[in-house]
């Protein structure tokens, strides 16, 4: 659950809400555009000022994986040179640059903010008032 809700870019508190303005990772005008709040916890987006300069630690990381997952087919699956690898490798990381930049997001905040079951229990119920 908690590994879907992380792919869907959902709120790490209510797993409900949404943690990017724009869904798509490839308006780059709108990458790094995040709510305030959740719109169904109230949970921050940002607990702290500069949260998210951590967030390079896991882009490094993710770099690093996809690098060493790439090397090995390429290398050895695919039987292709060094030299072309290293094209190849820029071309995806160009390519893959925003999914990686918002995943890294994601992941650094799932770290520090828990799941509470309770915050969708209050979103509802809260919900359930303003209709009354």
Known sequence: MMLLSMLKCKCPKCRKGHLFINSNPYIINMLSK???????????????????????YVSYALGVAMFAFLFVLVEFILKIGGYHFMWIYSLVMLLLWPVVFRASRVVYIYTFVKYNAAANLRSSTATITKKL
């Open 34 to 56: 995040m709510p305030k709040n959740c719109e169904v916890c109230g949970q921050p987006t940002e607990p702290e000022p500069g949260f998210y300069f951590g967030a390079m």
